[in-house]
């Protein structure tokens, strides 16, 4: 079964800080994706990867940036955490393009 | 610009009053319409991918189908295990990006 991780469950953050999201897939996947999701909103992707040290913007990338340095990992950096960005944010893996996405457990970011 | 509605926003169930859950979709080059499900606090599970018009995907008491506008997901004599919130995404050929629909959460009652 495809695994993907994300470092944390919850996490607490005050405004301005930076902010390090990581997400870990275990099945040699090609893609990386990161989203986030509010109610009413769905989800929105902010930035994917199709290989390492490649990234491409997704629809919402304000505020964000991330790192593909090695195939299995794909990190989310918020350079300076603001109020709007409270939210659950989701990473997923896939093996090719029109493959299914496989998503991890989430990790629900506050900030104050 | 695409868009994927569903609805209805929420349905409510009585265990084994089966149903159906709309995804309609205006993309430019459909590349694939995938339907997922999400419990409360974790992520998106995988369920059916659809590539074409006329095509079905069956899996328990899920019953997934297609068409060049709309795509639904039929539920057959549900029960409460199958309480969730059922999101649709589409896929364009022209990009690797999936766009979501808000989702239908379904509540199931014994």
């Known amino acids: 079964d495809v695994k993907v991780t994300q470092s944390s469950r919850y996490l607490v953050k005050r405004t301005g800080e930076k902010v390090f999201l990581e997400c870990v897939q275990d099945?040699?996947?090609?893609?990386m994706f990161w989203y986030r999701q509010d109610p009413g909103l769905g989800l929105r992707l902010i930035y994917f990867?199709?290989?390492?040290?490649?990234?491409e913007k997704g629809d919402i990338p304000e505020g964000y940036s991330v790192s593909r340095e090695k195939k299995e990992r794909f990190s989310l950096i918020l350079e300076s955490a603001s109020t709007n960005q409270t939210s659950m944010y989701l990473c997923?893996?896939?093996?090719?393009?029109?493959?299914?996405?496989?998503f991890g457990p989430g990790t629900r970011l506050t900030v104050t | 610009e695409d868009q994927v509605t569903q609805s209805p926003e929420a349905l409510r169930l009585q265990e084994g009053e089966s149903s159906s859950l709309n995804c309609s979709y205006t993309?430019?080059?459909?590349?694939?319409l995938f339907w997922y499900r999400q419990d409360p606090g974790k992520g998106p599970e995988f369920l059916f991918t659809?590539?074409?018009a006329g095509e079905e995907k069956e899996k328990e008491r899920l019953k997934a189908t297609l068409t060049k506008k709309e795509s639904f997901l039929h539920i057959t004599a549900p029960k409460p295990e199958d309480s969730a919130t059922y999101l649709c995404?589409?896929?364009?050929?022209?990009?690797?990006?999936?766009?979501f629909g808000a989702g239908t959460t379904v509540t199931v009652r014994a």
């Open positions: 997923a893996s896939s093996l090719a393009d029109e493959s299914e996405q496989y």
């Open positions: 099945m040699d996947h090609e893609n």
């Open positions: 990867s199709y290989d390492v040290k490649m990234k």
């Open positions: 993309v430019s080059g459909l590349r694939g």
């Open positions: 659809l590539y074409s």
């Open positions: 995404a589409v896929l364009r050929w022209s990009d690797y990006k999936l766009s």
